[in-house]
């Protein structure tokens, strides 16, 4: 399995529009940031877990056309903002995609996207069929990968993350719940988001509690995703990372 992390970024990315910080400055391709998202290649078969506001141009950047099924992990505008980029997928692949997602985030999608699913436009729009994933127990089989959603706190909202095989994503995570780290166990790769160093924040965890989740959920390896850019620099901030935590960057390719 081949991971692509196709944005690594917070949810206004890095650069920040008119910010004078540092690492929004930096020269370093590994401090530019889109917004978070990975593609996920098996045997011919593309998936793809969040499609946020910078998706047609990783797709262009990374190369990649094609695509078999979305997985949303919630509905904000950084996890979705660029589905209606898709028809151009739909089009040339020339079928329906299927979303995947919580019943609360497909009907904000359906509600955002409206004109998509208009009698006189549909011809014309993307192809999308909704499939609920809000029994977390159900698990999807997509050309043999065994696909667990996972219940993650985001602030005070229920969101999903992912487990394929052994390896998992989960982002904008501020708590985990015990039966979710059960699910985790014997992971070879761990994907965790991690914001910046402090204060802490409501809805999504600093580095201290990424790195204490990591421990306790014990992957093979781990890398920190949708990162802040107080953070600091990529290659500051990883010097420091115990051994086998990485901090993710745009265009990383990993192999499971
Ligand atoms: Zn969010």
Redesign the pocket.
Same mark, same amino acid.
């Given at each position: 399995m081949k991971i692509t992390f196709l944005g690594t970024g917070p !949810?206004q990315g890095i650069p920040i529009i008119g910010s004078r910080h540092p690492v929004c400055l930096s020269k370093n391709p590994k401090d530019k940031r889109l917004r978070s998202s990975i593609l996920i290649e098996q045997n011919k078969i593309y998936l793809l877990i969040d499609c946020g506001p910078d998706f047609r141009y990783q797709m262009l950047r990374s190369n990649h056309n094609k695509l078999d099924a979305i997985f949303i992990t +919630?509905e904000?505008h *950084? +996890?979705i903002g660029g589905l209606d980029d898709i028809r151009s997928i739909c089009l040339k692949m020339n079928k329906e995609i299927p979303v995947y997602g919580l019943r609360r985030t497909i009907k904000n999608i359906k509600e955002r996207f409206f004109y998509i699913f208009l009698n006189n436009y549909k011809s014309i729009a993307s192809k999308i069929s909704f499939h609920e994933l809000d029994n977390y127990k159900k698990i999807c089989f997509m050309e043999h990968l065994k696909i667990i959603p996972l219940f993650i706190w +985001?602030g005070i909202l229920p969101?999903l993350g992912f487990r394929i095989e052994n390896f998992a994503y989960i982002t *904008?995570a501020s708590d985990i719940p015990i039966q979710t780290i059960q699910q985790l166990k014997g992971l070879d790769i761990l994907v965790l988001n991690v914001l910046r160093k402090f204060p802490k924040h409501t !809805?999504r965890i600093t580095i201290l509690e990424s790195l204490k989740m990591i421990q306790k959920i014990s992957p093979k390896k781990a890398y920190l995703t949708h990162v802040g850019h107080i953070l600091g620099f990529h290659e500051e901030i990883e010097k420091n990372f115990p051994k086998n935590i990485y901090l993710a960057y745009d265009g990383l390719i990993i192999n499971v």
């Open positions: !949810s +919630h904000h *950084d +996890h +985001h969101i *904008d !809805s």
